[in-house]
């Protein structure tokens, strides 16, 4: 139900948009809007030309917001700028719009160009903020806030909405066939279709696929020799247990829930920074997956962990004295949990940001409309960001709705570490304080040249801003470029060297999250998603379009990011657990029961299975929120074990196998592959790395061609450890993940894009990195010096396909092994060797001749560095070539 507060607050403001339009006049907004008569004149006739003539060339929306303020809006002169409120209504002392305008501020005062105020226009300014600043209010649309009759209609009819239910099992027609109870449910639609399952799958594809589901990896030859020998009907039921107790496991379907995080370690588009401390966020699913953290904890964490930690801490505290707790501070496994779930935080933190955004009003609205998009669509499956400007066109979610959740984070830091500028450079976009700082103690800082450093940056800085932008700072030096840049890289480099030192988080004691801002208020409706034009408050709630009983409502003194949190994860939120199982088939089956797993809207699909859906959702709850245990259920049923094999008769009824009558073949994923690859070769490190190679970057701008994105590939092309612990930077994807379809970073993605395009068999033939691991497994493979080459080739098949080779196959592979060999010898009557293993190619560096912006990051063009895989003789050459072959196969791609 919904309080009275969201209640009243609504019917609020229905009435204040109707009286608006029925009145036809500009109504008084609660940021102090006014409609009295004179000090509108007053502000139209006196003070707007003054902000025009002397302010707006530098602080407007057609021009540039210096120092992150605006003057031709109120919202931007209240929230101010980089040096805080502009003006503060009532208050002149107060207000740096006249302190900064007054001669007693020296060379810095406003404006720096052109005439200053005079004392009559300052004694305009001052009469204007203490009688409030008044401001034209916007124009509200009469139809905002009005109920929508379709929107009723629609929350007692769309399936997705309705309250769990709790569906009989059917009978079924060949009862026996079933061991669980999602077979029934399955078999049961079949019958009604008039469809059979086709056979079970045998044990080698059985357990190729069950092992790949699980782990990401493929069976070990010791593991698939075990499970076929292994008789006993308990059989498949251990290898199951064994998978999901492995390490793993996590990193597989850790992988899962990091593709609906959008995770990614830098901020994306436009000016791309990275987020040195992301990796914490990916160990900590990783751990909480392999732990099997309960669903419905494990979304608390992410969402209100800061506030979990401190009423768990605040307990820990009262219970055993705050002086002893404080005195083993590293040791209390309080502080250790603390620092775990500020780290879950990140999830709300690690989004795509446009740093380069010329408004900080701007820039704060779109980050909430990007975390309230995350949170809807991950876990409950619906496009509330389409309500930002509008009504949502499909969806009973109101623009009120939005504007309900908007106030939960626009109470909240997101403490990602970053600020908007535009056209920043160096640490710019930096801002220490913006980041979560970790209770345990950072080592202790090195003071010795600490202080020196300090004064070293201090004159950097006088030096860089005597001469930017004075002809002598813009004469060219002997290098061509503008004399000036090196002093902004001088200060750049002091500036960064202590931080270094100083700076806890530059220190990886720190990560990227969120936390309760020091200003808790509900938001006001941003006319037509405008952030600058505001319309009337709404109260912090959730959404209206369906119900949730004994919800409670937001705390007022705090963000409501925790009461958001429990009403997601309440046993009586329908969409919560639908939309978790759901992703879990989808993983599993290759189709959700629901198959558009990110929209369980009016424009998703429709369930192919919908008592099932249920059935599922209801289980999931009673066995306590358990992924592993819904994940084993569903792997032990029946209808998983299915042979992939399509009969004619099913596939004209059912093309897509939306009933389940067999196991959809799927491809493997890029990060799949790529293990799979290593796998086979003997190279794959199954260690966790420590951090991550993005760990080591600062927080500035990186270019997709330079030095810094050349380091991470370089680290990323060099790794063995499993795909998941590569450097994920948006716009630097690892080069063995590109070609096939990695995940797109930028939104919420429960499954992806697979494709099979010219690009992919290209990177088999040539791509360095599956060149060298296919020598690595012929070498490997070599390595036997008393196996027969019909062995060998065995060995190969079972290494990379999992399987034996039939005879067929292996004479093909005799042959082509003794051609090719002899055609190498042909080539290179000297033989091969001696020659290094692998041939680095490096081509020269792109230059760019003409000057540019000191401001901005060189963009001078790295050198391209090319790797050649030489086998060291014309049988190493000649394996190389078959075990390439394998990974080039379909076979080595797909998993049945």
């Not at 502080?335 to 779930?341: A, N």
């Not at 070293?456 to 061509?480: L, S």
């Not at 010219?758 to 791509?767: D, E, I, K, T, V």
């Amino acid at each position: 139900m919904l309080s009275k507060r969201r209640l009243s607050g609504s019917l609020a403001l229905v009435l204040l948009v109707s009286t608006a339009a029925a009145e036809d006049s500009p109504k008084a907004d609660l940021k102090g809007n006014s409609n009295d008569p004179a000090k509108l004149e007053f502000f139209e006739k006196k003070v707007r030309p003054i902000l025009v003539d002397h302010c707006y060339h530098c602080h407007s929306a057609d021009t540039k917001p210096a120092g992150g303020l605006r003057v031709d809006d109120r919202n931007g002169l209240i929230l101010g700028g980089n040096t805080g409120p502009a003006v503060v209504p009532g208050n002149p002392e107060k207000s740096l719009l006249l302190k900064r305008s007054s001669p007693d501020n020296g060379k810095r005062r406003m404006p720096l160009e052109g005439k200053h105020l005079s004392d009559e226009q300052t004694e305009i300014l001052a009469k204007w903020i203490k009688d409030g600043a008044a401001w034209p209010a916007i124009r509200i649309p009469a139809t905002l806030g009005r109920p929508k009759a379709q929107y009723e209609k629609l929350k007692k009819e769309h399936w997705a909405w309705q309250p769990l239910t709790e569906p009989k099992v059917p009978p079924v027609k060949d009862a026996p066939w079933a061991r669980d109870d999602v077979d029934r449910f399955l078999l049961a639609k079949l019958d009604e279709k008039g469809l059979k399952p086709v056979g079970d799958a045998d044990k080698l594809t059985l357990i190729r696929r069950v092992t790949f589901d699980l782990t990401g990896l493929p069976p070990t030859p010791a593991e698939v020799d075990a499970f076929v020998k292994d008789g006993s009907p308990q059989a498949f039921e251990k290898v199951v247990d064994r998978l999901l107790a492995s390490p793993a496991f996590g990193e597989r379907w850790g992988r899962h829930w990091l593709d609906v995080a959008r995770y990614g370690e830098s901020t994306g588009p436009s000016r791309n920074i990275p987020y040195p401390h992301a990796w914490k966020y990916r160990d900590y699913v990783i751990d909480s997956v392999n732990a099997d953290v309960p669903y419905d904890r494990f979304l608390r964490e992410q969402i209100a962990g800061d506030l979990i930690a401190k009423a768990e801490l605040g307990a820990v505290k009262a219970e055993i004295g705050w002086a002893f707790l404080s005195s083993i501070v590293k040791q209390h496994p309080a502080f250790r949990e603390q620092d775990r779930l500020l780290t879950a935080t990140g999830f709300l933190a690690l989004g795509v940001k446009d740093v380069n955004q010329r408004f900080k009003v701007r820039f704060i609205m779109d980050n909430v409309d990007e975390q309230i998009d995350t949170v809807t669509r991950s876990t409950i499956g619906l496009t509330v960001s389409c309500a930002r400007c509008h009504d949502h066109k499909f969806d009973p979610i109101s623009i009120t709705d939005y504007y309900a959740i908007a106030g939960i984070f626009t109470s909240t830091d997101n403490a990602a570490g970053l600020r908007n500028q535009m056209g920043g450079g160096g640490l710019a976009y930096y801002v220490p304080d913006m980041l979560l700082r970790l209770s345990s103690d950072a080592p202790p800082v090195p003071t010795e040249n600490v202080e020196k450093l300090r004064l070293q940056v201090e004159e950097a800085k006088k030096a860089w801003d005597a001469i930017r932008g004075t002809p002598a700072g813009m004469k060219p030096a002997a290098n061509g470029q503008p004399t000036q840049r090196a002093f902004r890289l001088k200060y750049d480099r002091l500036q960064s060297e202590l931080l270094a030192l100083t700076d806890p988080a530059a220190r990886g004691h720190a990560v990227h999250g969120v936390r309760d801002a020091q200003a808790i208020a509900d938001t006001e409706i941003r006319i037509r998603g405008e952030a600058e034009k505001l319309g009337p408050t709404v109260p912090r709630g959730f959404l209206t379009t369906f119900t949730v009983p004994g919800a409670a409502t937001v705390n007022p003194e705090q963000s409501g990011r925790l009461e958001l949190a429990n009403w997601l994860t309440s046993p009586k939120n329908p969409l919560t657990p639908r939309v978790a199982v759901n992703r879990v088939w989808q993983q599993l089956f290759g189709t959700g029961i629901v198959n558009t797993v990110d929209n369980f809207g009016v424009t998703g699909g429709t369930p192919s299975h919908t008592e099932l859906l249920d059935h599922l959702a209801n289980r999931f709850i009673a066995d306590g929120w358990s992924v592993k245990k819904l994940v084993r259920a569903l792997v032990l049923t029946r209808a998983y074990q299915l042979s992939p094999e399509a009969t004619p008769a099913n596939t004209s009824v059912d093309p897509g196998n939306r009933l389940v009558w067999r196991h959809s073949p799927r491809r493997l994923t890029a990060e799949e592959i790529r293990d799979a690859t290593l796998a086979a070769a003997g190279t794959l490190d199954l260690k966790r790395p420590v951090g991550s190679p993005a760990k080591d970057l600062r927080m500035i701008e990186m270019r997709d061609n330079g030095p810094e994105a050349r380091t991470i590939n370089e680290k990323a092309d060099a790794s063995t450890h499993r795909s998941v612990y590569l450097p994920l930077l948006r716009g630097v994807v690892p080069h063995a993940l590109e070609v096939f379809d990695p995940v797109e970073q930028t939104l919420v993605t429960g499954s992806r894009d697979t494709t099979t395009v010219p690009s992919q068999a290209l990177y088999l033939l040539n791509g360095p990195f599956v060149r060298k691991q296919s020598l690595a497994l012929a070498e490997r493979i070599l390595k036997e010096k008393d196996a027969t080459d019909v062995e060998r080739i065995r060995t190969a098949y079972r290494l990379a396909l999992g399987r034996t080779p039939n005879e067929k196959e292996i004479e093909r592979a005799q042959a082509f092994l003794g051609e090719y060999e002899s055609a190498v010898r042909d080539l290179y009557p000297d033989n091969l060797a001696p020659a290094p293993r692998v041939v680095k190619v490096v081509a020269p560096a792109k230059k760019v001749d003409e000057p540019f912006d000191p401001d901005q990051i060189d963009q001078t063009g790295e050198a391209v560095v090319e790797e050649f895989i030489r086998p060291a003789d014309a049988k190493a050459a000649a394996w190389l070539a078959l075990t390439q072959a394998l990974f080039g196969s379909a076979e080595f791609r797909f998993v049945k």
